[in-house]
């Protein structure tokens, strides 16, 4: 178990008996960028994690190590200060730390060991699991803890630091989550409340398409989000109240065609529709409509496929292939796009032969292994004992 490991890798370096945090990695089953339109998502927060051992040292100093991808340690300085480096967790860090200086925040010396087993670049939030348990853990070590709420917006923020500018639900799945539970989340007011996401005779499950993206870098992620204010803004000479596409109909899209490029009105319909979707998911999960759970599950996906434009060819051939399995009930490619996790709703009794299937197809038409996980869901970041 790799948070046994790094709680004895602390003890033995660090001579000291270490808080073990957990921030986990988290799902979405519908609602793909829609949170930076003030739109709705129905995220949750599932068992594999990042792990933090963490202590108070004297020393003035963040002392961290990890042997997440490879092994690595970094110092930074209470002022802000510290050596140069290139580390892809480091940068969140070191992010991290300038926003709480400049915030005055009282930060003291920490020493921290951190590892975990999500998939990085795999549409599971592992930096939103990063960002979220390192702010939870530094801020509980000085002593001055700060509300979650607080803890998502730092943790945005040193996101769009380091050039993703994305919503809060990567953040509110990571802080908020509850065991057993997807929620909805209103990113128009922050809102959310929790719902059951068992079904009787089905399992989630996540198949990886080994295809990995790196969100920050490539700026299509960014790119929609400058569509969507574009449409905004068109929308908004005719009517000035409106402040996002959560407000925007597709009549007020239809009324633009003449005005707008074609590309951001497809995609904010994307948008709207996919907020409609959210709303119809939670409707048929709370009767148990199992099939129509997976018809949302595949319209979702070849949205994202054909007007939003963020899959990729092997995350539509995993979905393609379930929809030709009949133990598959439907897919779709989750998180920001280009690579990634498949969410899949499947039969139990067939779910062995249905995985083994998926696994092979796959392979035969993209010459990729997946690979699979059973789906826990989890609580939000907290003290693991
Ligand atoms: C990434 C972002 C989120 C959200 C999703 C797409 O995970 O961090 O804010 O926009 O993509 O739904």
């Given amino acids: 178990m790799v948070h046994k490991k790094i709680a004895a890798y602390f003890k033995e370096h660090y001579n000291n008996y270490p808080t073990l945090i957990k921030a986990p990695g988290r799902i979405n089953l519908i609602g793909e960028h829609t949170d930076y339109n003030e739109g709705l998502v129905l995220p949750a927060s599932i068992e594999k994690g990042i792990y933090f051992a963490v202590s108070k040292n004297e020393l003035n100093t963040i002392r961290i190590e990890t042997f997440l991808t490879q092994p690595e340690k970094i110092e930074f300085q209470l002022n802000g200060n510290h050596e140069s480096f290139n580390s892809f967790w480091g940068n969140y860090f070191k992010a991290i730390v300038e926003i709480l200086v400049s915030k005055n925040y009282p930060l003291k010396g920490m020493d921290c060991v951190f590892g975990g087993d999500i998939p990085i670049g795999s549409g599971l939030s592992s930096s939103a699991a990063l960002c979220c348990g390192f702010i939870y853990a530094i801020t509980k070590i000085s002593g001055k803890s700060i509300s ?6 730092i943790a945005q923020k040193a996101e769009h630091k380091i ?4 919503g809060l639900m990567d953040q509110y799945a990571v802080l908020f989550g509850k065991k057993g539970n997807a929620f909805l989340l209103d990113c128009k007011d922050l809102s959310h409340n929790y719902i059951p996401i068992n079904l009787d005779g ?3 499950v996540l198949v990886n398409s080994n295809i990995k993206h790196n969100l920050a870098v490539d ?3 960014n790119k929609r989000r400058i ?6 803004k068109e929308v908004q000479k005719i009517k000035p109240e409106i402040k996002s ?8 899209l239809n009324n633009l065609t003449s005005v707008s490029c074609t590309i951001d009105i497809k995609r904010a319909k994307y948008v709207i529709e996919e907020n409609d979707r959210v709303r119809h998911m939670m409707k048929v999960l709370t009767i148990g ?8 599950l595949k319209k979702g996906h070849w949205a994202m496929s054909t007007e939003y434009e963020i899959t990729t060819s092997e995350l539509d051939t995993l979905v393609k292939i379930g929809e030709g399995l009949e133990g598959v009930l439907g897919s779709r490619m989750m998180g920001g796009g ?7 709703l499947v039969r139990t009794d067939t779910l062995n032969a249905s995985i083994k299937s998926l696994l092979l197809q796959y392979k035969e038409q993209t010459g990729i292994d997946a690979e699979y996980y059973p789906l826990a869901i989890d609580d939000g970041v907290k003290v693991f004992e």
């Fill in 148 to 153: 979650r709420e607080e803890i998502a917006l």
């Fill in 338 to 344: 280009f690579g990634g996790c498949t969410i899949n």
């Fill in 227 to 232: 569509s969507c204010e574009n449409i905004v």
């Fill in 245 to 252: 596409l959560r407000d925007v109909t597709i009549e007020d």
């Fill in 219 to 221: 700026s299509e992620y």
């Fill in 163 to 166: 050039g993703l500018n994305c």
């Fill in 289 to 296: 409509d199992a099939l129509a759970v997976g018809e949302i």
């Fill in 202 to 204: 089905y399992s989630w």
